[in-house]
């Protein structure tokens, strides 16, 4: 697998990672935990070596799969997990990234991923209750004590950022980014590119959308992440994007290759410190996205991608009203 570079120190990753969520939650069906921790175990076996998780996710349980299945393949995988959340008997009350919840976070965390290191932990959510230079301080503390070894940052803004980076390297930001969500393009990116820090994208294929199998009619479940997003939920805008998902679709098939391809060889082109975390249940699909960093396209070809994204008008929000107000601060 082709590897890429976050940060200053060139922390290597895999081109193209893992994002685990969805074999936990947000994305039903499940697996089992059986068929999940084979999944984990094929995905090694083909190459994969950057995996994403987070103590929010499932609260705890995620990462309890995860490290029970990459414990036998540790020395040859990279870990990134999150944390920065308030969680009381099971339950999250919001955001806490005092340094006292931080030092509490990490040391769970690092028993359900069965390590004595974190390669990769990032402030989940900017805890505005907390200055970042407290936090920042705090992770650079557990760096010294080789709890950690890179500082990451989800969703956060630009000038938080530049504060973090003062205090503690910033290795990555892990932000949204895909063919229909560009707007780390704006400032996101040209900053991290000023400052040396990796972007590692989630929801490169904007939630399933952008593989075209996300039809007008298709529904979602009460537990399913995209029944709360405007893009989603909201039929005329499900709709009305069927236009960008119908393009790249006929773009893919003319080059012989999937939209899944398409969308992530494109988001791989913008920048080389760009690394991609798509999820997917199925070894097929992961085979798939990691192809993508091996994707030969010519500076013409991308340029009719631009001219098919720029011609299209994306209907909908990202996120609920809710979840938008706990990012880019």
Known sequence: MKRRALG???????????GCMGLSQSYPPFPTKEEAIHFLHQSIEIGERFFDTSELYEIYKNEELVGEALKPYRSKVVLATK???????????????RPE??????????KRLQTDHIDLYYQHRVDPEVPIEEVAGTISELMQEGKVLHFGLSEPG???IRRANAVCPVTAVQSEYSMWYREPEKELIPALEELEIGL????????GFLTGNVTEHTGFAGNDIRSTIPRFNEKDNLKNNQVLAQKISVFAKEHCLSSAQ??????LHQKDFIVPIPGTKSITRLQENMSAAYVELSEEDYRQLDQILQSVKISGARYSEEQLKMVGS
């Open 83 to 97: 944390f920065g959340w308030n969680i009381q008997d099971g339950s999250v009350q919001g955001l806490d990234s």
């Open 200 to 207: 590692v994208a989630f929801s490169p294929l904007g939630k």
């Open 101 to 110: 919840t931080i030092r509490k976070a990490v040391e769970g965390s690092l």
């Open 158 to 160: 630009i000038s938080t």
């Open 262 to 267: 398409i969308a992530l060889a494109w988001l």
């Open 8 to 18: 200053k120190q060139g922390f290597g990753v895999s081109a193209v990672g893992l």
